[in-house]
């Protein structure tokens, strides 16, 4: 079992959460081309080794967050609340437009990934 310390909850089985994937920067819309938007959305880094990931607690707080995990070993060194971001850490998704996301939820669609 892995668990996983949700910053509201404290540690859960990992499959109270959702992963959301690699914080990265929505593109414009208004200037993006068809090829950087689909890069945006099926282009992954996928590293071995320590990553900056976003997670979605579905079935605690249902809050983001964000945590860095090794992938090969599963070992999470730390989490964070959106505010509590670590220096040039990309902003967390679902948290600029929180009232479209919490009320409806990552799984209802929307502009997660
Ligand atoms: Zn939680």
């Known amino acids: 079992m892995i668990l996983l310390p ?6 859960r089985n990992v499959s109270e959460f959702r992963y959301v994937g690699e914080p ?17 959305l099926y282009n992954h880094t996928n590293a071995a080794g320590w990553v900056r990931e976003q997670w979605f607690h579905r079935t605690g707080c249902r809050q983001y967050f964000g945590a860095e995990r090794h992938t090969i070993t599963d070992e999470v060194r730390r989490t964070w609340r959106p505010e509590q971001a670590p220096a040039g850490a990309e902003p967390l998704l679902g948290v600029t437009d929180r009232a479209a996301t919490t009320e409806a939820g990552p799984d209802a669609g929307g502009d997660v990934l």
Do not use: I
Not at 6 to 11: D, H, Q
Not at 24 to 40: G, M
């Open 6 to 11: 949700c910053p509201w909850c404290g540690p």
């Open 24 to 40: 990265r920067r929505r593109p414009d819309v208004a200037t993006t081309t068809p090829q950087q938007w689909r890069a945006y």
